[in-house]
């Protein structure tokens, strides 16, 4: 299994209210394609922003996280404006 932590960092032009953590998750896997290997997701909000912890499968590619949280922004209103840093991937276990 690899793990994957994407930066996700809402504008910050005006005020920000994020949704809650369950809801991030929920948008992420309405994003997820049958191909990505994506087998769980964790979100930790933060005050301007949420990191987003994906577990994949042993073969799938780390970076297929970034175009997850690229095709939820690009199909989310209220992710309208957020960007999608990758941040790192682990080894394998």
């Known amino acids: 299994m690899h793990t994957a932590i994407v930066n996700l960092d809402a504008p910050t032009i005006g005020p920000l209210s994020l949704p809650p953590a369950t ?3 929920d948008t ?3 994003s997820v394609l049958g191909r990505d290997g994506v087998e769980h997701i964790h979100v930790a ?11 994949l499968a042993r073969d799938a ?4 996280v970034l175009a ?3 095709r939820a922004i690009a199909g989310t209103p209220w992710l309208a ?13």
């Open 45 to 55: 909000p933060r005050p301007h922003g949420a990191d987003a912890l994906f577990f």
């Open 68 to 70: 997850v949280c690229r």
């Open 23 to 25: 809801v991030i998750v």
């Open 61 to 64: 590619d780390p970076e297929v």
């Open 81 to 93: 404006g957020w960007n999608a840093g990758f941040e790192m991937a682990s080894a394998t276990w």
């Open 28 to 30: 992420l896997w309405l």
